[in-house]
């Protein structure tokens, strides 16, 4: 059994953060985890190398609400944001097959 199995989905312990997150950040950081990890089957490109550098970028912003919570426009950009990557990967995937 892995740590993370371990770890009630409402925490988060990414960079020591152990305060509970709201419903919203953690269905935001879920479905970027689940575009990093797609990206990370794709073959190394200068476009997939661009869509994890967003990737990444959008998780930071995500984590920073736990400092300073995001407005509900925010949240509903970030969330357009994430789906346009999970787009941008689809179209890479389906292009490479």
């Known amino acids: 059994m892995t740590l993370r199995a371990l770890i009630p989905p409402w925490y988060s312990v990414l960079l ?44 930071r912003e995500v984590k920073a609400w736990a400092d300073k919570p995001a407005t509900p426009v925010q949240r509903e950009a970030m969330m357009k944001k994430v789906l346009a990557l999970h787009i941008a990967i689809s179209k890479m995937r389906a292009a490479a097959t």
Do not use: C, H
């Open 16 to 59: 020591g953060d152990m305060r509970p997150k709201t419903k919203r950040t953690i269905v935001a950081l879920e479905a970027l985890e689940v575009a990093l990890a797609e990206l990370a089957k794709l073959p190394e490109t200068p476009e997939t190398e661009a869509l994890l550098s967003r990737g990444f970028a959008l998780q």
